[in-house]
Structures are given as structure tokens and as C-alpha cells.
């Protein structure tokens, strides 16, 4: 027998085995193919084949393929080995890795349709409840998609499943997809009988623009045709002759489309085609993400002189790159030191020599600027991928990437398993921020996956940051990774003068309702004289964070998970940030019936409300998750601030990395210390990140800039050394406290995550993992159960426990194997090696 594994997108699943039949051909490694499972119909990925003796194929209990969709490997060899690193090293099933690495519109999948049958009609008024509804939806008499039906009633499924027990409904499995979802025109071209035909009618005259349209010609050029039946000739219509002309002048064809923009509609190109002077093809048109900013203008790269410490790292990391062996770098720079032309001109270097280079950000908004440079640089051999691309753009882009037709890829996390051909050259740019980690399976981070790809093909990998990870730091440290530093701005310029305001007096002062000190208020006062501009940074998106009862001290809780809801003013609704459920600002209090609600804390909305009362003349515009939700918006913000047409940015974390506004001369951040109060070691960490990269969009232009920074704990290490800029004072009082309570990256951790109907079967079955994982003379630690910080979520009670130790391959397989021998639990855990987050 002819036997292939498979990995299929299921999650917690690992590679199927199947059988080829004799009348396919044996499928390659990465092809797709068409497998049963269950009662569904997949897109699977070949990954290998296997030993197709009667033992290995289990006595004849194997499915066979259904179809193969590829005779070459869809997805390269390469690609398919990252998927099974991280698939192994982050526990999560084969086909949900590989999945990640697949392009949109790459699956054929079976979908279940519904239908009502003559029996259901014939019920319809005698059912009552659930089936009735289910039975009213299907009475058109066509196929509806099963997870249509009904919404989101309790219920849906066994009521519809005893339907069809019943005969009352019927349910198929038709198959949605197509193997190729390139987009396609239709394109009209000239025959040879069409050019022989041309003189002649030419001699005719061509009709100018304004002349009789399609229609008003439709009569004459029909009786032309039936004249011409009767008598052995032709003589063509006006817009029959400007048609026939204006392709002979397109050897290549045009689009139909194109044609009737100018009034040469179907009726005229059926007639020609059925006269044989035209024909119709088909022709595969990309579907290009730069073609706005084309509109806009392309960027033209200036030349740029390096510093002296530019020049140094450039030396050192050309030499590494020309050794074709491995290397990581943590390229080290302060906020405005040149590490952007250091990419591009290594980049060329790398590209020069024939092997492609993958560039990731950790942000969608960070794209345009980055993908302009390297255009600028290499033209239109540059390619993009992110999620905020369609997917037809995503699909195009994949396509032209796996033909080998661009020598840059720039993209987020995803793009890190991009086809690259030969790839030469992995960046990381701002390699320490969170959102490189995925936060739901495959719980990959993209920086560590880029480093594992740079090994596996001999290529150079550099991690660039201004605040780096302390796990890729301590590896430079530890002779693992190199480490370049880049300790001035280029043309000398200054960082930015911080000014810690101690918001305790303010409020003392003013009362604790206080959102902008009076020093930043004066400070934004005095730009906004001079004509310059600011940036607002509130990692906190709303207009208030909660809403409490004066009389009872209830809370307006989220009724699916352990936080309260977010008021948002202008939505007029107060939201839960985590399962996005929302209600009417509600007049009342729920527990108690009293009226006197008010609103305490604030977000980003409050802020941009606050500055606009303080400067009702200033141009104020705010970046968070509720205003960039529409395609390109942030884009769009981000262009007109640029241009100078705002005058303060409001955001969050959005605004504080990787952005170059030479205009920009005040920073302010309110509320520094918002998330030092969560339940997470790394707390510390990302409050020092956030307000090192904030405080360095400041003073990039000619005028020397500043920082205002409001909080309420001044004396905190990772606001004082943020403030000074000071990234080794940092680490070294980061890490000793990362050593003393054993916390990455001095040891390895894996969190994992139990979710239970209650909140005493999730700290059950939590509790059986751990006693299971405590056997005597385990290499790790096992601490907790015990709740997750965030108890309740998306109504989903959660208890947590933590697996530490240095043996990460001994921690997973440990856990694995007891979950394995628990599916009813496995199928309710989570697990998250090296988390980003323990909430």
C-alpha cells in the first residue's frame, strides 16, 4: 500500500495517516489533498509517507485520499519542517502549524448545508419551539449553511440533528473552495479573421467619443447582420468597427471590462464573437496591496551618510552575513540611532548575492513605512503580508513570494513562514514586543520561530530594539547571540529630556478627578505655540473604566468574565474588552435600583475629551482599537499626522513604537505605572519597553524634544531607569529579580490553563494534572492550581498552574503525556510554552 501522512488544520491533532489509490499519483511532500474525516471533508498537507506494509496500514483500516490538488509541493520543504518545530515545541497539534503557514483561499472544504424536505413542509405548522424556527428558516426550499441557522441559540445542534433523525430536513456536504482562487478576467482578442476583416472595415471611419451607444446601435447592427447572412457580406456597426480597431491595436487583448467603460458592451462582443473576428480568453490579474500607495506617490530613497557607529556595526554584520553559516544578532540601538538603514543597506548586501530577506514588525500600522523604505530601495521586488490585507491581496502577494519574484518580504508574525527562496537574511525589528506572540493555537512567537528559521538554511538573524527582550538580551550575555550597540542618535541629535510629574501631589492639589497635570497641559500649550507637535500615550482604550453603584459599591460587571465594563462615550455603551459583549449605559443600578452611578477611571476617549476642553483650537486625533477598526485607517491617521495636519496624537501602545515624526518635540504618558499592577512578572518589563519607546518618538527632527510622565509611583525601577534611558541599569535589576524568583529567561516556563463550566471542576481537573506531573524526581517545578488572575472568561471559569525548570523538553513531553491520558480534560487546557502573558 501507498501511505502518506497528513497534517489536517483540526486542533490538538496530529498527522493522519491515509492511502494512496492506485489510480493517483502518489502525492509530494507539501501538496495539497482531499481527505475524509469523520463525516467532514478536509484540505490536508502532505508531510510525509510511510512504510505501507499490512502492519503499518493497520490491517486495511485506512481512509484513502479523495484527491490531489498539487502535482509540486504546494508548501516547500523548508516551510513544512518550521511547521513541525512548532508544532512540537509549542504542544500544539501538526495541522494547526502548518495551517499558520498557508496562504487564504488554500482550503477546499466540505460544508454542511441543511434543507427542508417535503416531510418538514408537511410539519411545519404542527412543530413548536426550536424545530419550528429551524423548519421557518428553511421554507425557500434551498440549501442554507448549517452554522447560519438560528444564530447563536442553545440548542441549534441536537435540535437540527433530531430533524434530520425525524426526515424532516436533509444535510449535505457540498465542497466550498476552489485549488486555484487567483482572480481572473475575461479578455477579448483579435483573430486572425478579425485582422483580415480589419481594412475593410476601417475604410468605414472610427465614430468619436459622444457617438451612438451600444444600445442605440444594437437594431442597426443587428439588421447588418441578418443583411449580411442574406447577402455574403459584412458591413460592421459603429461600435462593432471601434471595437474590432481598438483591439487591433491590443495584441495582448483587453478586458472586457475596459470595453464597456467605453461603451462597447456585451450585445456588440457576442456578435463579433459569433462572426469569429474575436475570441475570449482568460487572464490572472495580481491584485496588488501597493497600489494606493502608488497612487500617493513612491518614495524616492535619499542618500544617507553613516555615523562612525553605523559604519562599525554595518562592518561587522556584512561579515557575518558573507560567512553563509548561522548567526543571531541583538542589534542594540537607542531610539533614533539609524537601525532602519542598517536593515535596508544589509538587505541590498544580502540580496546582492542572490538570497531573499524576511523582515518582520511586530504591528500592522509599523507596515507601510517599513515596505515604502525597502520599495524605495529594491522597487517592485517587495513583498507584504499581514492580516490587514485582504485576502485575495494576501493570496497574490503568497504566490509571488513562492515564485521567487521578490528579494524582500516584510510582513508581522505570520509572514515568518513565508516561501522565501534561499533564504539569506532574518530582521526582527523591535524584537521585543509582545504582539510577536500569538495568543491562540499554535501559541508561537515570531521572533523565536525567525531565529529557529535563520538556523535551519545557515542564514543571518538580527533582533533589532531600541528596549530588547530580556530573553534575547541574556542570550547576547551569554555568548548564545551576538550583541551590537548603537548608543547615539544619528546626527548627534539629543534623546529626549524626561520629566517625571508625581500625579499623588496633583491630586492632593486638585482632586483625584485630575487627567492632565498642569505640567503637561503647559508643556502641550507651548508646542502647540510654537507650532509643533505631540503625542498622548494611555495604554488604556475607553472613556471610563468602570461604573459603580454610590449607594450599594456594585460594580456594572461583565456577566461572561471576571472584569468590569468599559464605558465607551461616544458608542454610548459600556463593553467588555475581552469577550466584546456590550450593553446601554445603564441610568440604574442592577443590585440595588439606586440612581447614583458614576463613572471612575479613564482611558484614551477621556483623554482626547480632556485635551479638546483645554485646547478647543488644536487639531486632536486619537489611535486605538475603536478608531483604526476600518481598513487602512490607521494608515490613513498615521499619513495625515505626518503631514502635519494634527496637531496631538492621542493613543495607545500604537503610537509608542517604531514611528518617525521629525514634527513630534513633547511626548506625554498618562498614567506610566497603568500596568504595574497586573498579576504578571513581566509587569515591569513592558511598563520600561513602553515608556523607553514613547519617550523616543520625541525630538527625531531638528528641534530637541521632551517627555512629560505621569505617575504615581516616581520611584519604581522601571520608571526611573525608563526615564533615564537606561536600558543596562534595567536589566541588571530585572534579571536578579528574574533569578531570585526563578522567572524566564533564567529558567523555562510553561503555563497552562484549565477551563471548567465551575470554578471548582476547573481547579479539579487542574489539580489532577499536577498530581499526575509530581511522580518524584521530576526536573522542573509544578506550582499552583489555583485561579487564573482572569477567573472567568468568555464564560469559561479557568484554573492555571506553572510548569519551571531548565529541561523545556522534558516540562512539555511531561504534560503532554498526562494530557494525552486525559482527553477529556486535554480538550478544555491550554497550553502556552514560553508565555508572553500569565493572566
Not at 408 to 426: D, H, Y
Not at 524 to 544: C, K, P, S, T, Y
Request: proline fraction near 5%; include cysteine; hydrophobic fraction near 40%.
Amino acid at each position: 500500500m501507498r501511505l502518506i501522512r497528513v497534517a489536517v488544520p483540526v486542533p490538538g491533532l496530529e498527522a493522519l495517516t491515509y492511502s494512496v489509490p492506485v489510480e493517483m499519483p502518489l502525492p509530494v511532500s507539501g501538496a495539497r489533498v482531499l481527505v475524509p474525516l469523520g463525516k467532514r471533508v478536509m484540505t490536508g498537507v502532505v508531510i510525509g509517507t510511510e512504510d505501507g506494509t499490512p502492519e503499518a496500514a493497520g490491517a486495511g483500516t485506512l481512509k484513502p485520499i479523495l484527491d490531489v490538488l498539487d502535482s509540486e509541493p504546494f508548501l516547500p520543504g523548508e516551510v513544512i519542517s518550521l511547521g513541525t518545530w512548532v508544532a512540537e515545541y509549542y504542544a500544539c497539534g501538526i495541522g494547526e502549524a502548518i495551517a499558520a503557514a498557508m496562504p487564504p483561499r488554500a482550503w477546499i472544504e466540505g460544508e454542511r448545508h441543511v434543507r427542508i424536505t417535503e416531510a418538514g413542509l408537511a410539519r411545519l405548522l404542527t412543530e413548536r419551539g426550536l424545530r419550528r424556527r429551524l423548519l421557518d428558516e428553511l421554507v425557500a426550499d434551498r440549501p442554507v449553511p448549517v452554522g447560519t441557522l438560528a444564530g447563536e441559540a442553545r440548542g441549534a445542534r441536537s435540535a437540527l440533528l433530531g430533524l434530520d433523525r425525524d426526515g424532516l430536513v436533509s444535510i449535505s456536504q457540498p465542497l466550498v473552495g476552489t485549488a486555484s482562487a487567483f482572480r481572473t478576467v475575461r479578455v477579448a482578442s483579435l483573430t486572425a479573421q478579425g485582422h483580415d476583416m480589419l481594412p475593410e472595415a476601417a475604410g468605414n471611419g472610427t465614430p468619436s467619443d459622444g457617438e451612438e451607444t451600444d444600445i442605440d446601435n444594437a437594431g442597426e447592427e443587428r439588421a447588418k447582420d441578418r443583411s449580411a447572412g442574406q447577402s455574403g457580406t459584412w458591413t460592421p456597426g459603429a461600435r462593432q468597427r471601434e471595437a474590432l480597431l481598438l483591439l487591433r491595436g491590443a495584441p495582448e487583448g483587453i478586458d472586457t471590462a475596459d470595453l464597456t467603460a467605453r461603451g462597447i458592451g456585451a450585445p456588440t462582443l457576442k456578435r463579433l464573437a459569433g462572426l469569429g473576428l474575436i475570441s475570449f480568453t482568460r487572464r490572472r490579474v495580481e491584485r496588488d496591496p501597493f497600489v494606493h500607495a502608488a497612487a500617493r506617490g513612491t518614495a524616492v530613497r535619499q542618500p544617507v551618510t553613516l555615523t562612525a557607529e553605523q559604519a562599525a556595526a554595518m562592518h561587522k554584520l556584512q561579515a557575518l552575513a558573507g560567512t553563509d553559516a548561522f548567526s543571531a544578532v541583538v542589534l542594540h540601538g537607542v531610539t533614533g540611532s539609524g537601525k532602519t538603514e542598517l536593515y535596508l543597506r544589509l538587505a541590498q548586501h544580502v540580496a546582492s548575492s542572490g538570497r531573499g530577506v524576511l523582515v518582520l514588525v511586530p504591528e500592522i500600522a509599523l507596515t507601510p513605512a517599513i515596505a515604502g523604505a525597502f520599495r524605495a530601495a529594491f522597487g517592485e521586488r517587495v513583498a507584504i503580508q499581514h492580516s490587514g490585507l485582504s485576502d485575495g491581496e494576501r493570496h497574490d502577494q503568497w504566490h509571488r513570494i513562492r515564485r521567487g519574484e521578490v528579494d524582500v518580504v516584510v510582513g508581522t508574525r505570520s509572514a515568518v513562514f513565508a516561501p522565501v527562496q534561499r533564504l539569506g537574511l532574518v530582521i526582527v525589528d523591535e524584537e521585543h514586543d509582545t504582539s510577536y506572540k500569538q495568543e491562540e493555537s499554535p501559541r508561537y512567537n515570531g521572533r523565536d520561530v525567525a531565529v529557529v528559521r535563520a538556523r535551519a538554511v545557515q542564514a543571518l538573524a538580527v533582533l533589532g530594539s531600541a528596549t530588547p527582550s530580556l530573553e534575547s538580551y541574556h542570550n547576547a550575555q551569554s555568548g548564545r547571540y551576538e550583541l551590537i550597540t548603537l548608543e547615539r542618535r544619528v546626527l548627534d541629535r539629543p534623546m529626549a529630556a524626561v520629566r517625571l510629574v508625581d500625579m499623588r501631589a496633583e491630586y492632593a492639589a486638585a482632586g483625584p478627578d485630575v487627567v492632565i497635570s498642569t505640567e503637561l497641559a503647559q508643556a502641550i500649550r507651548e508646542r502647540l505655540d510654537l507650532g509643533e507637535q505631540a503625542m498622548v500615550l494611555l495604554n488604556r482604550r475607553g472613556f471610563a473604566t468602570s461604573v459603580f453603584c454610590r449607594q450599594c459599591g456594585g460594580t456594572l460587571e461583565c456577566p461572561n468574565c471576571s472584569v468590569s465594563l468599559t464605558v465607551h462615550r461616544a458608542a454610548r455603551r459600556a463593553r467588555c474588552h475581552y469577550c466584546n459583549h456590550a450593553m446601554r449605559i445603564p441610568t440604574t443600578c442592577s443590585h440595588c435600583a439606586g440612581t447614583f452611578l458614576e463613572q471612575a477611571g479613564f482611558g484614551t476617549e477621556r483623554v482626547e475629551a480632556e485635551l479638546a476642553t483645554l485646547f478647543p483650537g488644536a487639531r486632536l486625533a486619537r489611535v486605538d482599537r475603536d478608531t483604526v477598526r476600518r481598513r487602512g485607517a490607521i494608515t490613513a491617521l498615521l499619513e495625515r499626522f505626518g503631514a502635519g495636519h494634527i496637531d496631538v496624537l492621542v493613543g495607545t501602545q500604537m503610537i509608542a513604537k517604531g514611528h518617525d515624526f521629525p514634527r513630534v518635540t513633547l511626548v506625554g504618558v498618562v498614567s506610566a505605572d497603568v500596568g504595574l499592577g497586573l498579576a504578571d512578572f513581566r509587569a515591569g518589563e513592558r511598563t520600561f519597553h513602553l515608556l523607553t519607546q514613547v519617550a523616543g518618538r520625541a525630538g527625531r527632527g531638528e528641534v530637541a524634544g521632551e517627555a512629560v510622565v505621569q505617575t504615581i509611583h516616581p520611584g519604581h525601577y522601571s520608571i526611573t531607569h525608563a526615564c533615564r534611558q537606561d536600558y543596562a541599569a534595567f536589566y541588571r535589576e530585572e534579571i536578579n529579580f528574574r533569578r531570585t524568583m526563578k522567572y524566564p529567561p533564567t529558567v523555562a516556563l510553561i503555563n497552562a490553563v484549565v477551563k471548567g463550566s465551575t470554578l471548582e471542576g476547573a481547579l479539579a481537573d487542574a489539580g489532577a494534572i499536577v498530581q499526575a506531573l509530581r511522580w518524584g524526581g521530576e526536573p522542573y517545578r509544578v506550582l499552583g492550581p489555583a485561579p487564573a488572575p482572569l477567573s472567568r472568561l468568555k464564560g469559561e471559569h479557568r484554573a492555571q498552574l506553572f510548569i519551571k525548570g531548565t529541561h523545556r523538553s522534558a516540562m512539555r513531553k511531561a504534560l503532554q503525556g498526562v494530557l494525552e491520558a486525559r482527553p477529556e480534560i486535554r480538550r478544555r487546557t491550554i497550553v502556552d510554552v514560553d508565555p508572553m502573558s500569565v493572566l
